[in-house]
């Protein structure tokens, strides 16, 4: 039985004319002693997101029989995770994004026994952050611009790996603070 909830972020200011796109996305932990959250960089020459920090995840098929099945799916298109190796624990509420996406984040336990193959055409890096980092709200940053005379608010978790900023923003950083409320609740 879940807890009893409501999303802090369910949806972003629209800025687009086009039709709405069913996704979802896999929003793995990978069991390590300490977990994480497998992250992905998005191709710089992508249509849409490009170059941004990402769930392996995508636009829902006619013949997947549920969210569930978009993301393990895209999961293994994109990056080569074996389902074998995900198990699925529950659904996220959709999280509707400014592009018109309407996701649908699929939360899942993974094994870190995994041997990833990157999709080269879709994802130039492939990394991990601490779920614990991400749980703490001390590093879950507020922000705000006034485009196109719409104010528009974004999370961020700016994590560094290394010698590397990963910029985690938008969409991905509302979901995770989603969870976030929900592990809190």
Request: glycine share 6%.
């Amino acid at each position: 039985m879940p807890p009893v909830w409501t999303p802090e972020l369910h949806s972003e200011v629209r800025f687009t004319d086009r039709p709405t796109v069913h996704a979802a996305v896999l929003v793995p932990i990978v069991m390590r002693a300490q977990p994480t959250i497998l992250l992905t960089e998005r191709t710089a020459h992508l249509v849409n997101h490009s170059g941004q920090i990402a769930f392996p995840g995508g636009k829902v098929d006619a013949s997947d029989a549920d969210a569930s099945a978009t993301a393990l799916r895209e999961a293994q298109e994109e990056v080569g995770l074996d389902p074998a190796l995900v198990q699925v624990v529950g659904v996220l509420p959709t999280y509707v994004t400014g592009s018109a996406f309407i996701i649908s984040p699929v939360i899942a336990l993974v094994s870190p026994d995994f041997q990833l193959r990157l999709n080269a055409g879709e994802v130039a890096d492939v990394f991990e952050v601490p779920l614990e980092f991400l749980m703490n709200p001390a590093n879950h940053r507020r922000h705000s611009v006034e485009w196109q005379g719409v104010r528009r608010e974004w999370l961020s978790m700016p994590y560094q790996d290394g010698g590397i900023e990963r910029f985690i923003w938008g969409a991905t950083a509302g979901m995770l603070r989603n969870f976030y409320r929900f592990l809190s609740a």
